[in-house]
Nanobody, 121 residues
Framework: QEQLVESGGGLVQAGDSLRLSCVAS????????MGWFRQSPGKEREFLAV????????YYADSVRGRFTISRDNAKNTVYLQMNDLGPEDTAVYYC??????????????WGQGTQVTVSS
């Protein structure tokens, strides 16, 4: 059983940057792919990015490619999401996820509780 705890959300202005962190606790962290989703009010949860357990295979949604960067530090059981040039459209609850690399983009095994990111114009 993995537990995921996100941090780093907050209120920022358009154009600012923010880095989210997610610490995983459990015995299987390094065997899972890790990723991020977000959900805005009235919208479905949206896949953002995923990184293979090795850190070598990374995929991004088109909506964030070039602005967001995912990384992981297996020594710290932590995955990060660096978000640059934020805009009001990025306002959402951001969720950390873990699961198989083949299914995490549609059906993650584990979800964090989420962290709110609000971007003012």
């Amino acid at each position: 059983q993995e537990q995921l705890v996100e941090s780093g959300g907050g209120l920022v202005q358009a154009g600012d940057s923010l880095r989210l962190s997610c610490v995983a606790s459990g015995n299987e962290y390094t065997s899972y792919a890790m990723g991020w989703f977000r959900q805005s009010p009235g919208k479905e949860r949206e896949f953002l990015a995923v990184v293979h357990w090795s850190g070598e295979h990374i995929y991004y949604a088109d909506s964030v490619r070039g602005r967001f960067t995912i990384s992981r530090d297996n020594a710290k059981n932590t995955v990060y999401l660096q978000m640059n040039d934020l805009g009001p459209e990025d306002t959402a609850v951001y969720y950390c996820v873990a699961g198989s690399i083949t299914t995490i983009r549609t059906s993650p095994t584990y979800w964090g509780q989420g962290t709110q990111v609000t971007v003012s114009s």
